[in-house]
């Protein structure tokens, strides 16, 4: 998202850059000072009024587009590991099974509807997907996914990827953390573009 982000802000300055150059900043200031230099006053403080409202507008946009992004710390879903017994409190829509050893189960849970939930090998030595294993279609508001596998100290095997309905994305390693064991830790959450443009909306 950051150098989506950064790509097009490189890009539109490089079109207002060129646009500028091409007409020439100096005439530009003059053509528009020469403009508006024999209107009336009336029509002075209309154009300043219009100018002003389309500055605040862009500095509300910007703002909410900055407040969308500081708020990603509160997004979450729910993570539950189970060894020695099943969970009662759940609505298990679907399970899957991850690998040979599958004496924990991991209950996701979603807060929110989510589009799709993807299954991957881990490839450690590039942080990235490995081989797909399992796709789950849509996931509806609180209701939860069984995943058998086995949680390693170490190196994770395997990683979850999903879309909520808000097209904000999620990526979970399905590994013990190395700093208090809990499998919520290895939770990241993040917005893309169309889930900043659907809250700027919303």
Do not use: W
Not at 15 to 33: A, F, Q
Not at 65 to 75: A, G, H
Not at 83 to 92: G, K, Q
């Amino acid at each position: 998202m950051k150098y989506v982000t950064f790509s097009l802000i490189s890009i539109v300055i490089f079109i207002i850059g060129y646009i500028l150059g091409y007409l020439r900043l100096e005439n530009l200031l003059h053509r528009i000072i020469s403009e508006y230099s024999h209107l009336s006053l009336v029509s002075l403080i209309g154009f300043a009024s219009s100018l002003i409202t389309l500055l605040l507008f862009v500095m509300y946009i910007l703002g909410r587009i900055i407040l969308i992004k500081k708020m990603e710390v509160t997004l979450l879903e729910s993570l539950k590991v189970c060894r020695d017994n099943e969970l009662d409190d759940v609505e298990v829509v679907e399970e899957f099974t991850l690998g040979e050893n599958n004496s924990e189960v991991v209950y996701l849970t979603s807060d929110e509807p989510m589009r799709y939930i993807k299954f991957y090998e881990y490839d450690f030595m590039n942080d990235r997907n490995g081989t797909p294993l399992y796709k789950h279609g849509l996931l509806k508001n609180g209701y939860t996914i069984k995943i058998n596998t086995y949680l390693t100290c170490g190196i994770p095997n395997y990683l979850i990827e999903y879309q909520r309905f808000d097209y904000v994305k999620g990526r979970v390693l399905l590994g013990e953390n190395g700093k208090n064991g809990l499998i919520i830790e290895n939770l990241e959450i993040k917005h893309t573009l169309k889930s900043i443009i659907y809250y700027l909306i919303k």
